[in-house]
């Protein structure tokens, strides 16, 4: 089992920047795939970004594609996701999630944290 705790959302205002955390326990992440995701109000989940267990380069949304970018620490068993250049479109719930693989299907969720930017 892994339990996830997503942090540091909250309002901001458009253009504005806010790093989100995601910080794991019960077990190490190094071995699981760890993605963001994120739900608008009367919308379905929606992929944000996603990095494997080996590491390399992340994958994005291509509308956050340039604008956000995440990272994993695995000796501290979290992750980021910075996210600059914020637009009313953003606001969400932000979810992180852990899996097998980068499919997501049978994922480990946390609770998310909210990002509201205002128009």
């Known amino acids: 089992q892994v339990q996830l705790v997503e942090s540091g959302g909250g309002p901001v205002q458009t253009g504005g920047s806010l790093r989100l955390s995601c910080k794991a326990s019960g077990r190490a992440i190094n071995v699981y795939a760890m993605g963001w995701f994120r739900q608008a109000p009367g919308k379905e989940r929606e992929f944000v970004a996603a990095?494997?267990?080996?590491?390399?380069?992340?994958n994005y949304a291509d509308s956050v594609k340039g604008r956000f970018t995440m990272s994993r620490d695995n000796a501290k068993n979290t992750v980021y996701l910075q996210m600059n250049s914020l637009k009313p479109d953003d606001t969400a719930v932000y979810y992180c999630a852990a899996d097998s693989s980068m499919s997501f299907q049978a994922s480990y969720w946390g609770k998310g944290t909210r990002v509201t930017v205002p128009s």
């Open positions: 990095i494997s267990w080996t590491g390399g380069s992340p």
